[in-house]
């Protein structure tokens, strides 16, 4: 976790964790965590089509754990576009802050990787999830999850909305 978001000073700041904390709030109250849920992503410019992913992902395990692409790992996945501002628009720090005080989601924490790979070998999650917009053969991260005898569950979307999408809009207005 970035020092950024280490200093996070918020009411939610207790559900924001490094990597090595919460393996051991894990550890320490394991029938508080398990079955564990993780999901991951950018999450920058938060909308309704993630508030009922996280729910739905939620409803799968005793809690849910945010993996939140830091700014420099989104800028590796979402390179700039012509006439768009550069990603992220929310800062890390904030985006965290946000998702922790969303009532489905237990923990959050920044990763620097641009695959959720590491954090997945260090969480053991009992279910990885993700959203219905992938398929299988595109997450890296499947063998990772498989390789302990973790699931992966492909979560419907309920609302097709895309933050890249609402940053055109927003632009085509402009």
């Known amino acids: 976790m970035s020092s950024q978001s280490e200093s996070v000073e918020s009411p939610v700041g ?14 320490l109250e ?13 999450f920058d410019l938060l909308h309704a089509g993630h508030v009922r992913y996280l729910t739905v992902a939620r409803t799968l395990g005793r809690s849910l754990v945010v993996g939140l692409n830091s700014d420099s790992s989104v800028r590796q996945i979402k390179p ?3 006439g ?39 969480l ?31 979560v419907p979307l309920e609302i097709s909305l895309s933050t890249t999408h609402i940053v055109r809009r927003i632009l085509q207005k402009a």
């Open 124 to 154: 053991r999650p009992d279910i990885y999830v993700k959203g219905g917009d992938y398929h299988m053969d595109m997450l890296p991260e499947v063998p990772a999850v498989t390789a302990y005898g973790g699931k992966v569950c492909l």
């Open 14 to 27: 207790q559900r924001i964790y490094d990597v090595s904390k919460l393996r051991q709030a894990i550890a």
């Open 80 to 82: 700039p576009v012509s």
């Open 84 to 122: 768009q501002p550069p990603r992220p628009i929310v800062p890390e720090v904030y985006r965290a802050e946000v998702l922790a005080a969303l009532r489905p989601v237990d923990a959050v924490v920044v990763f620097e990787e641009s695959t959720a790979i590491a954090l997945i070998q260090a």
């Open 30 to 42: 394991p029938d508080c965590w398990r079955p564990l849920v993780l999901t991951n992503g950018c």
